[in-house]
């Protein structure tokens, strides 16, 4: 079988995930043992990789017990909350939460200043439960509506002012859809383009990716927001799109001769599990 293989250029880590990941591991070079609060990269391969030198990954709950630490925050960034526990507990604090978040996080505590006297609401198109939505959540005391379809923004209160923004990894053109919707129900609404711009680009320039190829390798972990999305991005464009997070996934029944295979994934994919699955598809295309 002969295949013609080509890895996304601008696939691979963002420039946040790259920053946490970096941060992490001049860490661990010299203490060995670094302790974040939550996964650094929502990628099973890349955690294991960061375990090996040192990394520990503990939940909010560890955290309440640990005293005279040190614990990473990651890219997603924290509620204010955890920045007064860590302070209650002694534990120092590398902040590797994105500029980007940390520029929307002013942003939703400015606007809520704003207008919550009036009455006014500040909405988050997001997903429930999501770190970066947690953080943002918690910016402004819990007092946000999270939204999360057209079907959930249809649900709220049009009588009172509204503000709304967008998770940073969220789709466009479905925060598109809902802004459009919310601006008809309520036509003063502010309406904040809050989608990361390595994201949105990553959007347009992913579909033309899938055009381009006849089968598109989709590398990323299952419980990746933006996995998500980019891999329904891609199988809108190409139905013969496959995810997976590993190169023992893949099944060469996929795969048919002359194939023009692209391999792409999400901001938390690291290069080097693309390049693996490269290399395991050149082998593939070479021994049959
Ligand atoms: S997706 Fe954008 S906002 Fe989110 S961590 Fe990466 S660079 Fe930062």
């Keep these: 079988m002969n295949l013609n293989v080509e890895i996304d250029p601008r696939s691979g880590f963002c420039n946040g995930v790259v920053r946490a990941v970096e941060q992490a591991e001049n860490y661990l070079e010299f203490s060995k043992s670094l302790k974040s609060l939550g996964s650094i990269v929502h990628n099973s391969l890349e955690l294991e990789r960061l375990k090996a030198k040192g990394l520990e990954i503990l939940s909010l709950e560890d955290i309440r017990n640990l005293k005279n630490d040190v614990i990473l925050i990651r890219a997603h960034g924290e509620p204010p909350s955890t920045y007064a526990l860590a302070r209650a507990n002694n534990l120092q604090i590398i ?27 500040v909405v988050i198109f997001g ?62 609404a502010e309406v904040y383009d809050t989608i990361c711009r390595q994201v949105a680009h990553r959007h347009e320039y992913l579909l033309e990716f899938a055009r381009k190829h006849t089968v598109l390798i989709f590398v990323s972990g299952r419980e990746s927001s933006n996995g998500k999305v980019l891999f329904e991005l891609c199988r809108s464009t190409n139905p013969r799109s496959y995810w997976l997070e590993n190169a023992s996934e893949i099944d060469p029944s996929w795969l048919r001769d002359g194939d023009y295979v692209g391999i792409c994934g999400a901001t938390s994919t690291p290069k080097w599990q693309l390049e693996e699955i490269f290399i395991y598809l050149q082998k593939l295309s070479d021994n049959q």
């Design 127 to 188: 997903r429930q439960g999501h770190a970066e939505v947690n953080g943002l959540v918690g910016q402004i005391g819990d007092n946000a509506v999270v939204i999360d379809s057209l079907e959930s923004a249809s649900r709220l209160d049009f009588s009172r002012p509204l503000a709304l923004f967008s998770q940073t990894t969220k789709d466009p053109v479905e925060y598109g859809k809902i802004s459009d919707y919310i601006l008809s129900r309520r036509p003063d």
């Design 95 to 121: 902040d590797c939460t994105c500029p980007v978040v940390l520029k929307l996080q002013e942003k939703v505590r400015e606007v809520y200043d704003r207008i919550s006297g009036e009455g006014g609401q």
